[in-house]
């Protein structure tokens, strides 16, 4: 596609559920990233995919976090026993690898409401 | 690791007046910054990068941004402020080790009429 979607853009659940996150990045972009930004705070960096897999993941904070790109296109950032604290605004973003600028295009992110 | 610090969280300008958001940098190696523009409910879109191929930048809407290597900073700019300048604005490092943008907490403009 022409930009970076993400769906849902809002999901409200209730704590212990489970939620899955979807990004779609531009077409071709090889690099996909998943950042989460909290009230008031700039974006946060959780994982990292060159093509399929997870090339850097240390920005997940715990196992309940987890994400996946089996094509190397779409990927899913998935939530389990959600926790209020997991409240965020999640943002997705991707990268031409031709590109050696590091210039992030991002997606409109997905506000999830844990309560 | 790469850091980037910005100065003021909250900024507010009059409409015409110049704007001057701050960022300062850390880095071990010569870095590639960016400074994004966030709309009430919208996704980051990309004002302007620095890449070494010149230390001053101009980017969308007016603004632009000049990289110091000697005061690591590389602060954001633009000589008279429009109301829909009003958004969040964000500054970022490259981080090469993992590929990966490095943000900062982010400014507030607001702009008076």
């Known amino acids: 596609g022409a930009g970076v979607s993400q769906t849902p853009s809002n999901k409200v659940t209730e704590k212990g559920k489970y939620v899955e996150l979807r990004c779609d990045p531009i077409?071709?972009?090889?690099?996909l990233y998943w950042y989460r930004q909290s009230l008031g705070q700039g974006p946060e960096f959780l994982i990292y995919f060159q093509g399929t897999g997870a090339a850097d993941d240390s920005g997940l904070p715990n196992d309940r976090f987890f994400a996946v790109r089996p094509e190397g296109s779409v990927s899913t950032l998935k939530i389990q026993r959600t926790e209020r604290g997991d409240s965020a605004v999640y943002l997705c973003?991707?990268?031409?690898?031709?590109?050696?600028?590091?210039?992030?295009?991002f997606g409109e992110g997905s506000r999830l409401t844990v309560l | 690791a790469q850091s980037v610090t910005q100065l003021g969280s909250h900024v507010s300008v009059s409409e015409g007046a110049l704007v001057l958001l701050r960022c300062n940098y850390s880095s071990s190696v010569p870095p590639y910054l960016f400074w994004y523009v966030q709309y009430p409910n919208q996704g980051l879109q990309l004002l302007l990068k620095?890449?070494?191929?010149?230390?001053l930048v101009k980017g969308i809407n007016g603004f632009e941004a000049e990289f110091k290597k000697s005061e690591t900073s590389f602060h954001l700019t633009k000589p008279s402020a429009h109301m829909s300048d009003a958004a969040e604005y964000f500054c970022a490092v490259s981080d090469t080790g993992r590929r990966a943008l490095t943000f900062g907490s982010g400014t507030r403009l607001q702009v008076q009429p």
């Open positions: 620095y890449t070494s191929a010149a230390t």
């Open positions: 077409s071709g972009h090889t690099a």
């Open positions: 973003a991707s990268r031409s690898t031709r590109s050696n600028t590091g210039e992030l295009f």
